[in-house]
């Protein structure tokens, strides 16, 4: 039989096993009789628990003593190699059970070495994987990441792709053999037919000297982009725009930051555009956050700039000599990758995103294979196909930027140089700040705004010529949806899924 005890959650019903075949409920405790039988239980549980670890253990030792010759690649298991490698080398190695379960270590013993680190690389990358040294004596496991570099080589390889040109004119053809293979790698070319349907826009909100309207724009039949744009809210003749694309920080493009960012540029006589990513903010109506991590998220995102562009050129305010793109992290890649793609944009501004030595660790900056183009390219060599357009690069002292005065500045001077523009590219560099779209990061972009768009700085500086942010309206996040707090005006021929998705893009399904 059965007892039925109370539940100390919520005074629900739990049933818990009558060992002593009694029904015995005393106020919500078993009651003695069961609780001899219950810790008699208990204990022959833990010991049968016991056995069968010990039995586990003593079946894996001897299966890999079984194993230890060369009919079977002295393989061992990868969790047992760990252990030997933690002991003789007097290290810690920190994982997670997943990351070690049914691995297997072929010719294990054969792969030490007198050193620790080439140890552990002859161990872990046959397997792709590494470690990395968080301290003295201390490793943390990882996958293998195929996008980050160690410096000096990425230096080193930007040097080897920088011998394939001496003048604009080698140059030049360099540039016109890598742009049609990265809209083949991106599967844009051709590229898909544009729906003919119109913009969603909402509502106007007013603020202090700008407005505020979100937008959602088809880009695919059923696929849609949103995002907010930020207006002057007396517009005179014809305006630059500035596309704001957000990074993969917590609140997307609802951050204070961005908001900041795009509200002042609007004050000093911009329209600015900040959208989602694929499959971030809105886009999760339609997509799944895990959709972000997936190959196809690139070619989504770069389409959705396109598009982007599409729109914003076409309005008769837009200065079409006035058109730029500034983002960070993430969207710092996708900034050089649009610039690089696509003139219509004349200046461009990524934000803590370009290395030599780091290619972007989420598939939508380095999912597709746009760095195979051209026989082999980096962020940095795609980042020179901006010249002679203005371009500002902000670098900090703690991500893949720490570097970028040293090596991948000087480089990006050198191709401005084959145009005669070398003050052209700009790189305001903070060693001591962090990876972020912090107050320091935003002034480098207005004053580089101001310098080569005209836009008018005093509007937004107070006595002391300081750019002055206070007077941003800080928005709730709902209020910047285009389909409602739920998403309940998502269109009705809104694609759900990921899978309907690939249904767009055959070549992706293979």
């Known amino acids: 039989m059965r007892s039925i005890r109370k539940s100390s959650l919520r005074g629900g019903t739990t049933a818990s096993p009558d060992f002593s075949g009694k029904q015995s409920v005393l106020q919500g405790k078993i009651a003695p009789a069961d609780e001899k039988s219950a810790l008699a239980m208990t204990g022959g549980i833990f010991r049968c628990l ?13 299966l890999s003593a079984q194993t230890q010759n060369s009919d079977h690649a002295y393989k061992k298991p990868l969790l047992e190699v760990l252990k030997d490698i933690e002991n003789r080398y007097h290290i810690k190695i920190k994982y997670a059970e997943p990351q070690v379960k049914d691995k297997w270590v072929n010719y294990a013993n054969w792969r030490f070495r007198a ?13 792709d994987m590494k470690v990395n040294k968080e301290k003295a004596g201390v490793y943390k496991l990882k996958e293998y990441e195929y996008y980050r570099w160690e410096v000096q080589d990425g230096w080193a390889y930007l040097d080897s792709l920088a011998c394939k040109y001496s003048d604009q004119a080698s140059w030049e053809k360099r540039k016109a053999l890598i742009k049609p293979q990265l809209f083949e790698a991106l599967q844009l070319s051709p590229l898909p037919a544009k729906p003919n349907s119109k913009p969603i826009i909402t509502a106007k909100r007013i603020f202090d000297g700008y407005s505020v309207e979100n937008i959602a724009l088809e880009i695919l039949p059923g696929v849609w982009i949103n995002g907010s744009l930020y207006k002057p809210l007396n517009i005179k003749g014809k305006i630059p725009v500035i596309l704001s694309p957000d990074g993969h920080w ?11 960012r795009c509200a002042m540029l609007a004050r000093m006589g911009a329209m600015a555009f900040s959208y989602d990513l694929f499959a971030w903010g809105e886009s999760m109506l339609q997509f799944k956050y895990e959709d972000h991590r997936k190959s196809l998220s690139q070619t989504v995102q770069t389409l959705g700039g396109i598009r982007i562009l599409d729109y914003f050129t076409s309005l008769k305010e837009t200065d079409t000599n006035r058109v730029a793109i500034s983002g960070g992290s993430g969207a710092g890649s996708h900034c050089i990758l649009m610039t690089a793609i696509d003139n219509r944009i004349k200046l461009s501004a990524p934000v803590v995103a370009m290395s030599s030595y780091f290619y972007g660790g989420c598939p939508c900056e380095s999912g597709m294979p746009i760095h195979q183009c051209g026989g082999g390219t980096d962020n940095v060599e795609l980042a020179a196909m901006a010249a002679p357009r203005p371009q500002l690069l902000v670098s900090d002292g703690s991500d893949w930027t720490a570097h970028t005065p040293e090596h991948d500045f000087p480089y990006l001077q050198k191709m401005y140089g084959y145009y005669g523009v070398k003050d052209k590219v700009e790189n305001v560099h903070l060693p001591d700040e962090k990876h972020d779209f912090g107050p320091n990061k935003r002034i480098a972009l207005y004053d580089f705004l101001v310098k080569y768009f005209k836009l008018n700085g005093n509007t937004v500086k107070d006595k002391a010529g300081k750019y002055d ?20 005006k998502l269109p009705k021929n809104a694609v759900i899924g990921f899978e309907n998705l690939q249904k767009l893009f055959p070549q992706s399904q293979n």
């Open 115 to 127: 050193d620790v680190d080439e140890t552990l690389a002859n161990v872990l990358t046959p397997l």
């Open 250 to 260: 917590e609140k997307q493009r609802y951050r204070p930051d961005c908001q900041i």
């Open 469 to 488: 942010e206070s007077k941003v309206t800080i928005e709730k996040e709902n209020a910047m949806y285009v389909f409602g707090d739920k998403g309940e």
């Open 50 to 62: 016991v056995l069968f670890i010990v039995g586990s253990l003593s079946f894996t030792n001897i």
